[in-house]
């Protein structure tokens, strides 16, 4: 199973575009990139996921290298509700989840 | 569909008592994986079940856990006894097959051992 690496938390303004980068530097050839957000009081919540290039959907967009050892999860203009733990995990789908630390984004007004 | 249902929303118990969380899946998921979240070691998972047969429980922390999934559309997690050291936040959560990596979580159980 992959480790990932992500900063611990993040802060930004609204309205700004965010983006927060994870390493993987062992990623295995059939590992994918995946991205989950938890709010509060809530558990987490699937948002994105992608192979190599780039992937988006309404919530994000997901940028990943040729090399695959990194990936970056942008994040368009952000408001307050965005204010969440955004997880990253590379996982080939024949294991369960395993979840870091995740990274700390609070947007401030 | 509800999504993924668990029960109760909170818990407080006193030391040594048995606490019973359930939980029910999305419908038609096949996988059912139990977490838990404390502050200081973040998401854990303890046990995963898939077509109601546990798979996985090297992560349930000690005899006092168990896991049961008596039918595809429930499944208890149960401390016996409690122990401060519990307090938590319980996630369940169920998945599809080959789509395993998008998990739907529940809210969430808090449980609180005083």
């Known amino acids: 199973l992959a480790k990932t690496t992500q900063p611990i938390s993040m802060d930004s303004y609204e309205g700004q575009e965010v983006n927060i980068t994870c390493s993987h530097n062992n990623i295995a050839t059939n590992d994918y990139i995946t991205w989950y957000q938890q709010f509060p009081s809530q558990g987490p919540r699937f948002i994105i996921q992608?192979?190599?290039t780039k992937v988006t959907n309404e919530v994000a967009s997901l940028f990943i290298p040729a090399d695959r050892k990194s990936s970056t999860l942008s994040l368009p203009r952000v408001s307050l509700s965005d204010t969440a733990v955004y997880y990253c995990l590379a996982d080939s789908g024949n294991t369960p989840l395993v979840f870091g630390k995740g990274t700390r984004l609070s947007v401030i007004a | 569909d509800a999504g993924v249902i668990q029960s109760p929303r909170h818990e407080v118990t006193e030391m040594g008592q048995e606490v019973t969380l359930r939980c029910k899946p999305i419908s038609g998921h096949d996988y059912l994986f139990w977490y838990r979240q404390t502050m200081m070691r973040g998401l854990e998972l303890l046990i995963y079940f898939n077509n109601n047969v546990p798979i996985d429980d090297s992560g349930m922390p000690e005899d006092r856990f168990s896991a049961k999934m008596p039918n595809a559309s429930f499944s208890t997690l149960k401390i016996q006894p409690s122990e401060p050291r519990d307090s938590a936040v319980y996630f369940c959560?169920?998945?599809?097959?080959?789509?395993?990596?998008?998990?739907?979580f529940g809210q969430g159980t808090r449980l609180t051992v005083v």
């Open positions: 992608g192979y190599k």
């Open positions: 959560a169920s998945g599809l097959g080959s789509y395993r990596t998008e998990a739907f």
